[in-house]
């Protein structure tokens, strides 16, 4: 069956520190892939999404992730972080063509200022 | 504009009984789905359904039962309430494949079963 890891369940950061975060994903055939962001109390916004095309995504508010083919990986990043990041980070993945979403477990992040 | 509402956001309620939630989209998409995240944040996927038919029916027990009147509309029934049910509960909305789509999501209704 198709499965979503996340290996970092809590991640701390200082403010301006780099950031990475881990996506791995079992599946061999095309998949589509996204980062979802949840900020306190509200609902999951889309971060970046692969489709296709040049493996290295950017997204929004500095984030990029780059996809790995031969890893299954598809790892966040944010070269410097700031306390509004602090959030709880979802990576998702989708067969190509089909509905279901597979969601990883979240990394909780939280960065001090 | 609010692209996917949910309606009550929040929902207290006793075991036993039997409550709904709405979701509307107003993005034009065919596609809509409701997941279920527990206490320690698991999204997991519970229905989808597309131009009003049900595509996607992961392991839910039946007292939960969605309804899609039409398309832009997709809403959770759920009866005999447990307090195992207790959870956040987020609607979403796609456009179809093999578009670029992107899950939109709902706000979330916080359920609290007593």
Known sequence: AQSVSQHNHHVILSEAASL??????????????????????????????YFSGD?????????????????????????????????????AVKNSGTYKYIFGTGTRLKVLA | DTAVSQTPKY???????????????????????????????????MF????????????VPNRFSPKSPDKAHLNLHINSLELGDSAVYFCASSQDPPFQETQYFGPGTRLLVL
């Open chain 2, 11 to 45: 929902l207290v309620t006793q075991m036993g009984n039997d409550k709904s939630i709405k979701c509307e989209q107003n993005l034009g998409h065919d596609t809509m789905y409701w997941y279920k995240q527990d206490s320690k944040k698991f999204l997991k996927i």
């Open chain 1, 20 to 49: 990475e975060l881990g996506c791995n994903y079992s599946y061999g055939g095309t998949v589509n892939l996204f980062w979802y962001v949840q900020y306190p109390g509200q609902h999951l916004q889309l971060l970046l999404k």
């Open chain 1, 55 to 91: 493996p290295l995504v950017k997204g929004i508010k500095g984030f990029e992730a780059e996809f790995i083919k031969s890893k299954f990986s598809f790892n966040l990043r944010k070269p410097s972080v700031q306390w509004s990041d602090t959030a709880e980070y979802f990576c």
């Open chain 2, 48 to 59: 989808s359904y597309n131009n009003k038919e049900l595509i996607i029916n992961e392991t």
